[in-house]
């Protein structure tokens, strides 16, 4: 049972446009969420995270969205540019555990 | 400031076999975290050594274990590897334990690859 859950496995966005991913997670009780990039042959690249308590946090051009009710969360890259092609991977941490989505691959096109 | 290191990246064995994998983290990170990514079931999370103590564990079988030394250096060890074990293998290493609640520290190494035959 998959307590994180990416259900899009891949994305193409137009360079410049806004590229949005999203997770949904199940547990209600977990306290953060964080962003992680990575690229082939890499280990994961922190990107940004935000606390239950928040509903947004940004950084550069990196946006979270927390929506609770729904528990949902998304990130948004604004402007998409050709270096964030990558596997986006959502996680979902609570005390002593952290459990990540399958990730994402974003296609920014030219 | 160096990176995560982890040693070896490529390595192939056989159903049965067991494998010890090394992970050196980033100096003055006392947490070290082990997670295998497959393409089937993503990253999951293996456990987590702090201060030389296992403080958490995934849904990992017993067959997965770890240590870690005094200097931080992190050692994971599968026995009786079977096909399934093919993954790719990151740690992660960060100054706070997870226990804190937020991970948003953790630097990961380039991982090991595992193949099982």
């Known amino acids: 049972d998959q307590q994180v859950k990416q259900n899009s496995p891949s994305l193409s966005v137009q360079e410049g446009r806004i590229s949005i991913l999203n997770c949904d997670y199940t547990?209600?009780?977990?306290?953060?969420f964080l962003w992680y990039k990575k690229y082939p042959a890499e280990g994961p690249t922190f990107l940004i995270s935000?606390?239950?308590?928040?509903d947004k946090n940004e950084d550069g051009r990196f946006t979270v969205f927390l929506n609770k009710s729904a528990k949902h969360l998304s990130l948004h890259i604004v402007p998409s540019q050709p270096g964030d092609s990558a596997v986006y991977f959502c996680?979902?941490?609570?005390?002593?555990?952290?459990?990540f989505g399958k990730g994402t691959r974003l296609h920014i096109l030219p | 400031k160096a990176g995560v290191t982890q040693t070896p990246r490529y390595l192939i064995k056989t159903r049965g076999q067991q494998v010890t994998l090394s992970c050196s983290p980033i100096?003055?990170?006392?947490?070290v975290s082990w997670y295998q990514q497959t393409p089937g079931q993503g990253l999951q999370f293996l456990f987590e050594?702090?201060?030389?103590?296992?403080?958490n564990k995934g849904n990992f079988p017993g067959r997965f274990s770890g240590r870690q030394f005094s200097n931080s250096r992190s050692e994971m060890n599968v026995s009786t590897l079977e096909l399934g074990d093919s993954a790719l293998y990151l740690c992660?290493?960060?100054?706070?334990?997870?226990?804190?609640?937020?991970?948003?520290?953790?630097?990961f190494g380039p991982g090991t690859r595992l193949t099982v035959l």
């Open positions: 100096s003055g990170h006392r947490s």
């Open positions: 547990n209600s009780m977990f306290d953060y």
């Open positions: 992660a290493s960060s100054f706070y334990t997870l226990g804190r609640g937020s991970t948003d520290t953790q630097y």
């Open positions: 050594y702090f201060s030389e103590t296992q403080r």
């Open positions: 996680a979902a941490s609570r005390d002593d555990k952290i459990i």
């Open positions: 935000i606390s239950s308590i928040k």
